[in-house]
């Protein structure tokens, strides 16, 4: 059975069946339908990154610097750049992956290698909709992978993001198809790449698994061991030939805790919105379209009683993504594909003939009236480091100095204008708080009020020379720390424009026990 661009209409609709027996496989795979698909999906994932006028996420300047880095020293086995980082001496690229596929890009500028990383990420999402859609003989398989970026204009600035959840959508999409199917090498091969591409290596092909095995139990099929053996068997696998295992190990369970901490809304733990349940007016803009879409999907099912158990899952995938993405937004990531999956199967049961291109047209004008916000603010995303504001701080700042940055979120796009320099931390706080609780709390404490002594700590302390820093995106923040050190006689305000300011505290010895800035 095959497909074409235009309608996929000779595919074979599943007709609504009482029988609790699987759904026929359809056979054949029209790679040329393939190819022109994931050409259509390359230009509409690039064309979004081309609109973005700056990768939005700090996070992303992270991971292209640790892109570079693999590519000057090889696979790292410490971090030295991020001295009080528990990273720094028990490191375990938990993106590895996706450090590898910026790697060999590192010689362009940081936007264009960022783009291109981008349009490759996003693209694997929507053509992996497209491949489970077209092998389950659902029409217009072409036309629903692009539903996630007409129903939520989040969702569009969620794919727009170059970060590893990009590997871990078109991963879980497609395990779950694969579970259900009992593909057995598939769920292999996905499961060996998993502890390589995100840090939820386990707790993603977990949920997946109770996912597919309850659909079984709805759809009354027989309990299958063997994908869960093959998920158990491909973690393992990939966790072993990862080449920091159990430093891979210590920093997932790790990882749990920035949850839980972000969570439970502790002092000292804040990353950011994303980590923030979804407002009511987040609701109404960017998911109504999405629970809709499940609501139809949970009515057609109930209704029809589909024989096919890939609809029931990605059903059930879909609400427990919803929930989760109740909880704290960034689960929005998943929750929508996997509600336009479930959706685009709802379809094959309704009689109206244009019920798919009529969605695709009623949510984008949704998405138009009400969430273009997060679409347009893409393109007005201001360079974090203008060439000239880097030149300085390169002229300005010695390498292998210790830099003291009292925030996290920068740290990325400091280590790609300042390579060779140390800084306290990358990416989640908890990891510093992790190696050393007390001098984490006192750095959170001089960061943000600034007391009396706070030359004489970051520089006895930290070992820091150098305090650089964003006054003007985190002044309520870090408002104290900048009055303090800019009234302080013996510092020296080295740099100030742009936001960015430097100042210099003077000579300062590092602390001892300081690793070697060269990676093991």
Not at 118 to 133: E, K, S
Not at 185 to 195: G, L
Not at 486 to 503: N, Y
Request: charged share 15%; aromatic share 14%; with cysteine.
């Amino acid at each position: 059975m095959t497909t074409n661009l235009g309608a996929d209409r000779s595919l074979v609709m599943l007709k609504p069946n009482h029988s609790t027996s699987p759904a026929p496989i359809p056979t054949g795979i029209n790679y040329i339908s393939i190819l022109v698909w994931t050409l259509v999906y390359l230009c509409v994932i690039g064309c979004i990154q081309l609109y973005s006028s700056y990768p939005y996420d700090t996070d992303t300047a992270y991971h292209a610097a640790v892109g570079g880095l693999i590519r000057k020293f090889g696979l790292l086995h410490s971090f030295p750049w991020t001295t009080f980082s528990i990273m720094s001496d028990r490191y375990a690229d938990k993106e590895l992956l996706f450090h590898l596929l910026f790697a060999p890009l590192s010689g362009l500028d940081y936007v264009t290698a960022s783009r291109i990383v981008g349009t490759v990420g996003g693209t694997g999402v929507l053509l992996a909709i497209y491949l489970i859609l077209q092998r389950e003989g659902v029409r217009y398989a072409g036309i629903w992978a692009l539903l996630p970026l007409t129903a939520s204009g989040f969702y569009v600035y969620r794919i727009a993001l170059v970060r590893p959840h990009l590997l871990s959508i078109t991963l879980a999409l497609l395990l779950l198809w694969a579970v259900v199917r009992c593909r057995l090498w598939t769920i292999t091969i996905i499961s060996i790449i998993y502890p390589w591409a995100y840090v939820a290596f386990w707790q993603i092909p977990l949920l997946i698994l109770i996912v597919a095995t309850t659909a079984r139990i709805i759809g009354k099929e027989r309990f299958r061991w063997e994908p869960i053996a093959a998920v158990a068997a491909g973690i393992i696998i990939g966790a072993g030939l990862h080449p920091n295992t159990m430093n891979l190990l210590h920093l997932n369970w790790a990882q749990m805790s920035v949850l839980k901490n972000s969570w439970q809304m502790k002092q000292g733990f804040d990353l950011g919105r994303e980590f923030s349940p979804p407002t009511y007016d987040a609701w109404i803009a960017h998911l109504l379209p999405l629970v809709l879409a499940t609501v139809i999907s949970i009515a057609v099912a109930l209704y029809k009683r589909p024989r096919s158990i890939v609809q029931i899952a990605f059903i059930l995938g879909s609400i427990v993504f919803c929930i989760l993405t109740a909880r704290t937004i960034r689960f929005i990531e998943y929750f929508v594909p996997f509600a336009a999956v479930s959706l685009a199967f709802a379809s094959q049961h309704l009689s109206f003939k244009y019920f798919t291109h009529s969605t695709l047209i009623v949510t984008l004008v949704y998405t138009i009236m009400f969430g273009r916000d997060e679409i347009i603010r893409l393109s007005r995303r201001a360079d974090d480091m203008p060439a000239n504001v880097g030149n300085a701080l390169r002229q300005l700042v010695p390498p292998e100095v210790q830099i003291f940055t009292p925030d996290w979120q920068c740290t990325g796009t400091f280590m790609l204008t300042l390579p060779g320099r140390r800084f306290i931390v990358a990416l989640d706080p908890t990891f510093f708080y992790l190696k050393d609780p007390a001098l984490y709390r006192i750095w959170y404490r001089v960061s943000r009020e600034a007391p009396a002594d706070t030359v004489d700590i970051i520089r006895e302390r930290f070992g820091a020379r150098y305090v650089l820093f964003n006054y003007i995106a985190f002044k309520e923040t870090f408002g104290p720390l900048f009055n303090r050190l800019s009234t302080e006689a013996r510092v020296k305000t080295l740099f100030r424009k742009d936001g960015l300011v430097l100042f210099d505290l003077g000579d300062a010895k590092f602390p001892s026990s300081s690793p070697p800035l060269l990676p093991n």
